[in-house]
């Protein structure tokens, strides 16, 4: 058979052959086409394709030379509809997600206090890196979890040398957002391939500067010694932190919720009265009356002073101000007058906000895909993806850095703009390597929104909330240095395009990274934290290694096969279900389709087949094609017989 010459399309489709084997764990050494005659191989032409290369959004539509005036001005009033349309749709796109934090801060919010209550398990840097990702999945905003933080070390009950891993904990949470947005993508392979790319080289950054930088902090104490070098050499004074993008959103979302945040801050800081408070805000408006009065107490050392310290008889008096706190004006929310629990509000507008969010992410994507054709796409593509030319070339990045940090910073939120660009990259408007740097730039963008808002703390505790807003900056600046400057470091862009492949073939292996990475294992380190950290080091130790060294010999299986032995050349001698996610991927589609039998989704699964073993079956009636035999033709067979196989299975599950 390796003899056998073959034409090049012939060529060409013996590769999606071995592509399709590979898939489905098939180890056939066939060469040869699975076609049955030389006619099949010269009418179809396979192209070689690079599933990265940005597709080209053609405009079916008419010319704009050939429109009459009638035609160009209504053409003009249809863009314009769709651009405020367009806008309209991204205006409850970010309150969504504004929402959509509100809604896990009353689900979980007093949960993600008392986490952050419990300093004996905050003493470990890898528990504090772990409870930071959770708390900020909870609450589903980074901002209001480094808040928490700021406020425990600004009362003194948290260190600043143990906040620091929280904080890379927060960068890490709040990256799952347009994870999950990319999800919503999932109906289109390729789209979903570039995507899905797009958001986890978000993931992909934070979890390697967090590999890097977490022990290098715990050795060096690297972030706390130069952030407290530079708040000892500047005098840094209070000022307010300003509301950009709020003034708009806030009109719609604090007509639908309204939070109280003092209250995470009350239960964090140990305040018992606080976990008796509902997170929902009932007052906007209170006045506070302090006044100096005579009060009892239990005896002279009480007293606020000597000169203000009397005796009658059995009762000691002195002066205090006394504070009194007039509710003044109710909050005009819909949720004020609710007599409901904060978890049965918070499933609600849960529910409310996802459906939104995904309904106007469906209707941003086909907006524009309307309006990004022909021109337009050329024009923008050119503007986003082209570099400047040599010897300028590795500016372009940085520009994108700073547009990244500038967006982010007007919106006051990374999730918003990395969520917002998701899409983008998955149509193919923006390329990965576009979006790596923006996405960069959308870190540093938040970290100024924290540092501008710890200026606004009062002068006794704004040194430390200061700090802390440093070594987040400070932490992405580093990150930054690591993974970009040298193409050769864009580690993140490499592994995000090694895992969109993965999910464009098994798309079911988004939901299990998600649910692994964001989930399951930040709960198992979480839970061995807690039974201390011998078996912290006695269990994750070794599962470090052994994931070490699978990864090497990956590397030398990949480059340098020969020094391995024999046997590790490969991973054929373990199970195919131990290395190969084709044997996963059928038990995934028969419960699929034992879970939704009834559904259309499974009708539509089972036609699929039929349809594939209907074309498979026409090919093999036509004489005048059959010139002469195959060898491929027993390949061809194989495949033949998994796929009826599949049907029968589907077929079973409806009855």
């Not at 018992?272 to 239990?298: D, G, Y």
């Not at 990864?551 to 131990?578: G, H, T, Y």
Request: proline share 5%; charged share 15%.
């Amino acid at each position: 058979m390796d003899s056998l010459r073959l034409p090049q399309p012939m060529a060409a489709q013996n590769k999606c052959k071995e592509d399709h084997d590979e898939k489905h764990g098939n180890k056939s050494k066939v060469k040869a086409s699975p076609a049955h005659s030389t006619v099949a191989l010269i009418e179809e032409e396979p192209e070689d394709v690079d599933p990265w290369d940005l597709p080209e959004l053609k405009d079916i539509g008419v010319p704009w030379s050939a429109l009459d005036t009638k035609g160009k001005v209504l053409r003009v009033l249809v863009s314009v509809g769709k651009l405020v349309l367009l806008l309209g749709f991204l205006y409850m796109f970010i309150c969504s997600l504004d929402i959509l934090s509100s809604a896990f801060q009353l689900v979980g919010g007093k949960t993600a206090g008392d986490i952050f209550q419990d300093n004996s398990v905050l003493s470990n840097p890898l528990a504090g890196l772990v409870i930071g990702v959770l708390v900020t999945l909870l609450v589903q905003s980074s901002s209001t979890s480094s808040s928490i933080v700021v406020s425990m070390v600004s009362s003194g009950l948290l260190t600043v040398q143990l906040a620091v891993p929280i904080i890379m904990g927060t960068n890490i949470g709040t990256s799952v957002t347009n994870t999950l947005v990319a999800m919503t993508q999932a109906g289109d392979r390729s789209t979903f391939r570039r995507a899905f790319a797009g958001a986890t080289v978000h993931d992909f950054f934070n979890w390697l500067s967090v590999l890097v930088l977490l022990p290098l902090e715990v050795a060096t104490g690297y972030l706390y010694v130069v952030t407290k070098l530079i708040i000892d050499s500047f005098k840094i004074q209070s000022g307010e932190a300003p509301d950009l993008l709020n003034v708009i959103t806030d009109v719609l979302t604090e007509s639908i919720i309204q939070l109280d945040e003092s209250v995470l801050s009350g239960i964090a800081t140990g305040n018992s009265e606080a976990r008796n408070k509902s997170l929902i805000k009932k007052w906007c408006q209170t006045f506070t009356n302090t006044t100096l009065m005579n009060v009892t107490v239990p005896g002279p050392e009480n007293c606020t002073s000597p000169s203000l310290c009397w005796v009658d008889g059995n009762y000691t008096f002195t002066l205090k101000n006394v504070s009194e706190t007039f509710n003044v004006k109710k909050c005009k929310h819909l949720f004020v007058n609710v007599n409901l629990s904060d978890l049965f509000v918070g499933l609600i507008l849960l529910a409310l906000s996802l459906l939104v969010l995904c309904s106007c992410l469906v209707l941003i994507v086909k907006l524009l895909n309307s309006m990004l054709k022909g021109q337009v796409a050329a024009v923008i593509k050119k503007i986003l993806n082209t570099d400047f030319p040599f010897p300028f070339g590795w500016v372009t990045g940085y520009i994108a850095i700073i547009v990244g940090a500038g967006m982010t910073f007007i919106v006051q939120s990374s999730s918003v703009f990395t969520s917002a660009i998701t899409p983008l990259v998955g149509i193919g408007v923006i390329s990965i390597e576009r979006a790596y740097p923006l996405s960069l730039g959308s870190n540093i963008g938040t970290t100024t929104t924290a540092i501008l808002a710890a200026m606004a703390s009062p002068g006794d505790t704004l040194a430390n909330a200061l700090q802390i807003a440093l070594v987040h900056f400070l932490f992405n600046i580093s990150g930054i240095i690591l993974w970009y400057p040298i193409p050769f470091t864009r580690i993140p862009i490499r592994l995000a395009k090694g895992l969109g492949n993965i999910t464009a073939s098994y798309r079911w292996f988004a939901a299990v990274y998600i649910i692994c990475c964001f989930f399951l294992l930040p709960l198992f380190v979480f839970s061995l934290s807690l039974a201390g950290w011998q078996v912290l080091v006695g269990v994750g130790a070794p599962l470090v290694v052994i994931l070490i060294m699978i990864m090497v010999i990956n590397m030398l299986q990949k480059r340098k096969p020969e020094c391995l032995p024999r046997a590790l050349q490969s991973w054929d001698f373990l199970p195919l279900w131990a290395h190969s996610l084709a044997p996963w991927d059928k038990v995934v589609g028969v419960i699929t389709a034992k879970c939704c039998c009834c559904c259309k989704c499974c009708q539509v699964a089972a036609d699929d087949l039929e349809h594939r073993e209907q074309e498979t079956v026409e090919k093999d009636k036509k004489p005048h094609r059959e010139v002469y035999d195959n060898p491929a033709m027993s390949a061809e067979k194989e495949v033949e017989n998994e796929i009826k196989i599949e049907l029968k299975i589907l077929k079973m599950t409806h009855l």
